[in-house]
């Protein structure tokens, strides 16, 4: 891989909503699409139809070539204009354990499609980790809270290495939010076209949302000040093109109000984020925890919401202070425990915290004598994608 190393690695964040793609060295990512797919069913059903022996082999092979699709952008456009195009997510609420044999398949189609020297496929939460080599001393050991798009995970990471056995998930994560703002605005009967609801309910979570430290007094800043808390909405009707205009309120501090009460959305999961933190940090080898919870990272779009991570350690923090006071009380104060140091760090790069933990670690001299070579695929196959090892640039 020496003619390959002076030239920057590629660096690709496959995410639950958007995919981004750039280049090593840099600190934010070259080209942002949305992680999305449109099929032309007709098409699809045609081909199927017409010569079903030869699709079944085709898509047994994973040859795609002649079937009419789109991606990102050009996607969500042909969907709009076409109602024969419909949508699909590759990337749903996939685990940061990937599966062996996915590994596997992305390096046969990078070293046989792409013709790529050199491979390395990370996991997601030691490369968000890694992005605190800027902002501080890097630390590989620590609990990354990664709420995307389409999934939230909370996974531990111990010198680099993902403890397994204690990822957590839960099922809420940015897409909930914005329904959850759409909910509330349709439900109050603000003036939006109903196939424009989406997108503003999106806009209005990205612009105007934020966490608050009580609900209660957040509900009475409202009620006593409403011409200082309640925004506006403008936007076009995008059929008539007729200007309309809505009151943003309430899910302002809604909408973020979900990964700490979850009941006020959904029945199904009603464990607060902070508790699954918790349980995660417990459930983890008794000799990492206080590393765990003095370094919570948090990753993803989702976490961006102002003071998100302020409310997320207090809560952490009563947590665990309430259980050092009531394994005290059962020793009768006998003995007296240190307190438990409760860090969630907040920098500006966290919403490409993955993108740029790989920029950072493909920069590094290290990196190149880490990654799997086409030589190497060509003498063992796509097995050597199975494992990628830990390197010194991640210390």
């Given at each position: 891989m020496d003619p390959a190393a002076s030239r920057?690695?590629?660096?690709?964040?496959?995410?639950?909503?958007?995919?981004?793609?750039?280049?090593?060295?840099?600190?934010?990512?070259?080209?942002?699409?949305?992680?999305?797919?449109?099929?032309n069913e007709s098409f699809l059903n045609q081909s199927r139809s017409s010569s079903k022996g030869n699709w079944i082999a085709q898509h047994n092979a994973g040859v795609m070539?002649?079937?009419?699709?789109?991606?990102?952008?050009?996607?969500?456009?042909?969907?709009?204009?076409?109602?024969?195009?419909?949508?699909?997510?590759?990337?749903?609420?996939?685990?940061?354990?990937?599966?062996?044999?996915?590994?596997?398949?992305?390096?046969?189609?990078?070293?046989?499609?792409?013709?790529?020297?050199?491979?390395?496929?990370?996991?997601?939460?030691?490369?968000?980790?890694?992005?605190?080599?800027?902002?501080?001393?890097?630390?590989?050991?620590?609990?990354?809270?990664?709420?995307?798009?389409?999934?939230?995970?909370?996974?531990?990471?111990a010198d680099g290495y993902v403890i397994g056995s204690s990822i957590k998930s839960v099922p809420i994560a940015g897409k909930d939010v914005t329904l959850f703002v759409q909910q509330l605005m349709r439900e109050r009967g603000e003036n939006i076209p109903p196939e424009d609801s989406f997108e503003v309910a999106r806009k209005v979570k990205e612009m105007h949302c934020y966490t608050c430290s009580d609900i209660v007094k957040e509900f009475n800043k409202h009620d006593k000040?409403?011409?200082?808390?309640?925004?506006?909405?403008?936007?076009v009707k995008p059929k008539t093109g007729a200007p309309y205009s809505c009151d943003i309120g309430y899910e302002r501090f809604l909408g973020p109000e979900v990964f700490f009460n979850p009941e006020m959305y959904s029945s199904d999961f009603t464990t607060p984020l902070p508790v699954v933190i918790d349980k995660c940090i417990q459930s983890a080898p008794i000799d990492t925890r206080r590393s765990l919870y003095k370094n919570i990272v948090l990753s993803g779009g989702s976490t961006m919401f102002k003071d998100f991570h302020r409310r997320l350690q207090r809560d952490i923090k009563k947590i665990v202070d309430a259980r050092v006071l009531a394994a005290e009380a059962r020793l009768n104060g006998e003995i007296k425990s240190h307190p438990v140091e409760v860090n969630v760090l907040s920098h500006p790069i966290q919403r490409f915290a993955v993108w740029f933990g790989g920029s950072v670690l493909a920069s590094t001299p290290e990196f190149f004598t880490a990654c799997h070579t086409k030589a190497e695929y060509e003498e063992y196959g796509a097995s050597i994608c199975r494992t990628n090892p830990v390197f010194k640039g991640m210390y």
């Open positions: 920057p690695a590629v660096v690709i964040d496959n995410g639950s909503g958007y995919t981004k793609m750039g280049f090593a060295g840099n600190v934010e990512p070259c080209f942002i699409v949305p992680t999305v797919v449109a099929i070539a002649d079937l009419d699709f789109f991606i990102g952008d050009d996607a969500l456009s042909k969907a709009r204009s076409s109602s024969t195009y419909n949508l699909t997510y590759p990337i749903k609420h996939e685990s940061p354990l990937t599966a062996p044999e996915s590994r596997e398949y992305t390096g046969e189609i990078m070293f046989e499609t792409f013709n790529v020297p050199g491979l390395y496929i990370a996991v997601n939460s030691v490369l968000a980790l890694a992005a605190g080599y800027t902002t501080s001393k890097c630390e590989m050991t620590g609990v990354v809270v990664d709420i995307g798009d389409g999934s939230t995970h909370v996974v531990p990471v000040e409403p011409a200082k808390y309640i925004k506006q909405w403008r936007g």
